[in-house]
């Protein structure tokens, strides 16, 4: 069964925004709109509930919610990756059960955060919560959020798990991600996604099986077209997108020093874009209208230079 699922989760699998309203509610009409935005970019599945999505922020219900009406949109036309990253065993079970039900093909999750897990505490985690699923499991190493990294030998361990058929790495950590390739090269039953776009086309050319880039939430074509070329090897293709993607990245996720300027920026650029509105959920707070109007000028220039470039 490993084996025949893991060929459904290649290519670019967006981390989806979460569209809220102000008073904090799901924005259905943002949902529809980007949800459909991503299918017509030819994505090759969709993931919600990451740390794009701001799933910490929302309720268990909200998360519900979500999950239900999401996979009412996009209606079995691509794959839907669920996170169900928790402090609580129960809860991260129930959203497991929730995203089955309504059917989605994998979850995702993230260390529980809190206490500061050992290696062996995170192995007998992932172990008994996989046990216990509906669904296959990506692993999700986000140590700047979680404050635990999932150590080299922990991954190889995971790995064979019958349940557990991937990681996501959003590290930022290029020779870990090297080494995991490298390691795990001969495994055809487990993937291996990038988080960080900046690093996509190379990570793909020495062997990773997709990304999961914030920027495709935006842009879905250029990300799907670098994934393509950097599957093909294409330099000629591959590199006028690659600088796209750091044109993207240099002038809309780093507005501000923090954490939470990368989704400011990317949430200002949707609602430029007349996608979804530009809330964020408590206790992160939206670019004001000064910000907006910087965040509006830049995305003009680059949607006029991707423009040349897709067309090409």
């Not at 928790?86 to 059960?97: C, G, Y």
């Not at 700047?144 to 590290?171: A, E, Y």
Request: net charge negative; glycine share 6%; with cysteine.
């Amino acid at each position: 069964m490993k084996n025949s699922i893991q060929k459904l989760f290649v290519g670019i699998i967006p981390p989806m925004v979460t569209p809220i309203n102000e008073d904090q509610t799901l924005d259905l009409r943002g949902l529809n709109l980007i949800t459909e935005h991503l299918i017509n970019g030819g994505v090759h599945g969709i993931f919600i509930l990451g740390t794009t999505g701001e799933s910490s922020s929302f309720t268990t219900d909200f998360k519900e919610n979500l999950i239900k009406e999401t996979l009412r949109i996009v209606d079995g036309r691509t794959n839907v990756l669920v996170g169900i990253t928790d402090s609580s065993l129960e809860t991260s079970n129930h959203l497991a059960q929730t995203a089955g039900r309504y059917g989605a093909k994998a979850l995702v999750s993230a260390p529980p955060f809190y206490y500061h897990l050992s290696q062996p505490e995170l192995i007998a985690y992932y172990e008994n919560l996989a046990d216990s699923l509906p669904l296959p499991l990506f692993l999700y190493n986000m140590p700047s959020h979680t404050n635990i990294f999932f150590d080299i030998d922990s991954v190889l361990r995971l790995s064979k798990h019958p349940n557990i058929i991937g990681l996501k790495d959003s590290s930022a950590n290029a020779p870990y991600f090297q080494k995991l390739l490298y390691l795990l090269r001969n495994d055809p039953s487990f993937s291996l996604l990038v988080g960080p776009e900046e690093i996509l086309a190379e990570s793909v050319i020495m062997g990773a099986d997709g990304g999961v880039p914030g920027g495709a939430n935006l842009f879905p074509q250029l990300y799907v077209k670098l994934y393509e070329a950097a599957r093909q090897i294409n330099f000629s293709t591959l590199i006028p997108l690659h600088q796209m993607v750091m044109e993207i990245s240099t002038n809309l996720y780093t507005m501000e020093s923090g954490q939470s300027s990368y989704l400011k920026g990317l949430k200002s650029a949707l609602f430029t874009s007349k996608l979804c509105d530009n809330y964020l959920a408590s206790p992160l707070s939206s670019f004001q209208t000064s910000d907006r109007k910087i965040i509006a000028d830049r995305l003009e220039n680059l949607q006029s230079s991707l423009a040349k470039l897709i067309t090409t």
